[in-house]
């Protein structure tokens, strides 16, 4: 079936650092999406992307969809202790598809 | 955003009996929702597609007995551990399509068989 690696599995960074995740799938996506976990909370949507190509920015978070529709990366600018936790990519196949997730990247944030 | 609420946050049963985990879109509608179960320091893996009107459809390996899912109205769907066992304890979550397709989850629900 359908499977997403996501690398880095986890990253230990400085307060005000810049951070960097990606992800790759062995088949094409027609949409990524990138969700942060908290302990015991569901995951959140941080950012939906829709073509290939594109690039999209929410606030410090910036990803983009890859051109060959296989891999996604998020970029965090300028770190601050609350974006600690559990950042995952996922794919939809199609709009309103189940959505499949990455093993997800473990963010911790040293003040 | 769209927003996708799960009932109880938590629950503690006994094995052998069975628990009910309710999920609703508050705001819109969604003739598909999506349930997933998530063990510690693990992924979300999806167990079954929830479908109004219709029957559930079930991933492989995922008990459609034990699991049994309802999808009764348009802004709710059901999920009910049937006989759980301590190895069903988890964090089950479920999620909704919003308009633009993207799919928003619940809070979870935190499911411990004592």
């Known amino acids: 079936g359908q499977q997403l690696n996501q690398s880095p599995q986890s990253m230990f960074i400085q307060e005000g650092e810049d951070v960097s995740m990606n992800c790759t799938s062995s088949s094409i996506f027609n949409t990524w999406l990138w969700y942060k976990q908290d302990p015991g909370e569901g995951p959140v949507l941080l950012i939906a992307?829709?073509?290939?190509?594109e690039l999209t920015s929410n606030g410090r978070l910036t990803a983009q969809f890859g051109i060959t529709r296989k891999d996604s990366f998020l970029n965090i600018s300028a770190s601050i202790p609350s974006d600690v936790g559990i950042y995952f990519c996922?794919?939809?196949?199609?709009?309103?598809?189940?959505?499949?997730f990455g093993p997800g990247t473990s963010l911790s944030v040293i003040p | 955003g769209a927003v996708v609420s799960q009932h109880p946050s938590w629950v503690i049963c006994k094995s052998g009996t069975s628990v009910k985990i309710e999920c609703r879109s508050l705001d819109f509608q969604a003739t598909t929702m999506f349930w997933y179960r998530q063990f510690p320091k693990q992924s979300l893996m999806l167990m079954a597609t929830s479908n109004e009107g219709s029957k559930a459809t079930y991933e492989q390996g995922v008990e459609k007995d034990k699991f049994l899912i309802n999808h009764a109205s348009l802004t709710l769907s059901t999920l009910t551990v049937t006989s759980a066992h301590p190895e069903d304890s988890s964090f089950y979550i479920c999620?909704?399509?919003?308009?633009?397709?993207?799919?928003?989850f619940g809070q979870g629900t935190r499911l411990t068989v004592v």
């Open positions: 999620s909704a399509p919003a308009l633009g397709g993207e799919a928003f």
């Open positions: 992307l829709y073509k290939a190509g």
């Open positions: 996922a794919g939809q196949r199609t709009s309103y598809d189940k959505v499949i």
